[in-house]
């Protein structure tokens, strides 16, 4: 008998949107309950990376082309990208260095790009704008483990809130976008209120560590990025998930029990 095919990793990228008004909080989005993934949860706006992403003529619509990495571009592409789909704010700026403060026609475009009917690229041509790659800050590197019945190889980013931009979910994928402290979104999982996932929930315990935005994005600016994978170990209580001691994130073993549950 042959051995299962491994399940494929995906590249996905997400966003950790920040602002400091009226407090610091974090932007979530509720997934939609029929979604393949995460159904239901508060997750932070993200998803796997498409092929336009890789369009080469990002090169001339973006900030921060020179510095990004080849194989890094599309993935911060992606999740701007996504932010934009799922939450209605774009990272973007006009040639003089102008962030963008939204306007109908990207208003407008948000449910044709989201269902791939539009290439991203198209749009910010035609806003005349420049996607902020600059903007974004590592926070974390996350892959799936094995145990899942999908993987993905998920690159965090922090980033500060542009002003005067609304979050506004797209009713599709996501159903709500809010606003939330990072220890008050901890705490909703915890009572049950909202439905955290694992690496979700480990995310918004490092960004609590943080007192504003601007601190945020200098924490992540000086920590070293170590990939988490999270292994499973068999201890006498049952079997936990463990994460690399340096990551981070403390010593963590989380019991299959929870890691796979709601909280």
Request: charged share 30%; glycine share 8%.
């Amino acid at each position: 008998m042959s051995d299962k095919p491994e399940i494929p990793i995906l590249p996905a990228a997400t966003i950790l949107m920040l602002r400091d008004q009226p407090s610091f909080e974090v932007l979530m989005v509720k997934r939609h309950h029929q979604i393949d993934f995460a159904a239901g949860a508060i997750v932070f706006p993200g998803g796997k990376t498409h092929a336009g992403d890789a369009d080469p003529r990002w090169e001339d619509r973006t900030l921060g082309w020179g510095g990004a990495l080849p194989h890094k571009r599309p993935l911060r592409i992606a999740a701007i990208r996504e932010a934009y789909e799922e939450a209605g704010i774009l990272l973007a700026r006009s040639l003089d260095g102008t962030p963008f403060r939204g306007d109908d026609r990207a208003a407008a475009a948000r449910e044709a790009i989201g269902k791939d009917e539009r290439p991203f690229i198209d749009l910010i041509d035609e806003l005349d704008l420049y996607l902020d790659l600059e903007a974004l800050t590592v926070f974390a590197h996350w892959i799936t483990p094995k145990m899942g019945p999908r993987r993905f190889d998920t690159w965090f980013y922090v980033a500060r809130a542009p002003e005067d931009q609304l979050a506004l979910c797209d009713g599709s994928e996501t159903v709500d976008a809010e606003w939330i402290e990072p220890a008050e979104a901890i705490r909703l999982g915890e009572t049950g209120q909202r439905t955290v996932i694992f690496p979700t929930r480990m995310n918004l315990q490092l960004l609590a560590e943080a007192s504003s935005a601007e601190d945020a994005v200098r924490r992540a600016e000086a920590r070293e990025v170590v990939t988490v994978e999270p292994q499973i170990v068999d201890r006498p209580g049952g079997r936990v998930l463990v994460l690399p001691p340096n990551a981070g994130y403390g010593d963590v073993e989380e019991p299959m029990s929870r890691a796979m549950g709601p909280g």
